[in-house]
């Protein structure tokens, strides 16, 4: 009598980028998002810092609190890394840990501008392949609005000058800080526009309220 014999198929799924579990984080709720080798919260820091020691200096856009909850807050650099507030008018490298938390969650960091670069390598340096595919205003007729390929959803949440205590660019441009230090009063920052499928990264003066966005360690 013939065996009969049983096959049975399986599949095996490789993902580079796609939802992950929920971070909470002072009180929110936070989805991450795998993009390469690396996992991101899928939006901004919406933190209010309370760290004893450390500067706290941070504001929703226009002081107005649904803009916190749709862009994130903004914060000045010391506040974004959880360092005294002297650190942003004087160098704080040898306080710069690697990987340095911040105000992320337990288990995440404030992306170097290493960490950036990975990103927007697999992102073939788009901004389009990051920005969210609603949110950001058009440009001379033409939508401002990315593919969000990846799940990152950048948003165009502005920022803030202390000079003068205005608010400047929502809706037109996004700035995330990078625990990359330049000098004694600037760090790193990443920008993406309304009006461009580039990204930009300039040393910023680390009083100027940035976005900010976690990676996992």
Not at 109 to 133: F, M, V
Not at 158 to 187: H, R
């Amino acid at each position: 009598m013939a065996k009969l014999i049983y096959v049975v198929p399986f599949l095996i799924f490789a993902c580079s980028s796609g939802s992950h579990n929920l971070v909470t984080h002072g009180g929110e709720d936070y989805e991450t998002v795998a993009i390469g080798k690396q996992i991101w919260l899928k939006r901004n820091l919406n933190y209010v810092p309370a760290d004893e020691g450390a500067a706290t200096n941070s504001r929703c856009y226009e002081d107005k609190d649904d803009n916190c909850g749709k862009y994130g807050r903004l914060y000045d650099w010391a506040t974004a890394m959880a360092l005294p507030e002297n650190c942003n008018k004087a160098s704080c490298a040898s306080q710069v840990k690697t990987p340095h938390k911040g105000i992320c969650p337990a288990g995440w960091h404030i992306p170097t501008n290493a960490d950036w670069e990975k990103l927007l390598r697999y992102a073939d340096g788009k901004a389009g392949y990051l920005k969210a595919a609603d949110g950001w205003n058009d440009y001379n007729g033409v939508s401002g609005n990315g593919e969000d390929k990846f799940g990152f959803s950048a948003l165009p949440g502005g920022t803030s000058y202390p000079e003068d205590g205005n608010f400047y660019n929502a809706g037109n441009s996004g700035y995330w800080w990078s625990a990359s230090e330049l000098n004694s009063t600037n760090a790193l920052r990443r920008g993406m526009y309304y009006d461009s499928d580039s990204t930009s990264y300039y040393s910023y003066g680390k009083t100027l309220l940035l976005s900010v966005r976690c990676v996992r360690n």
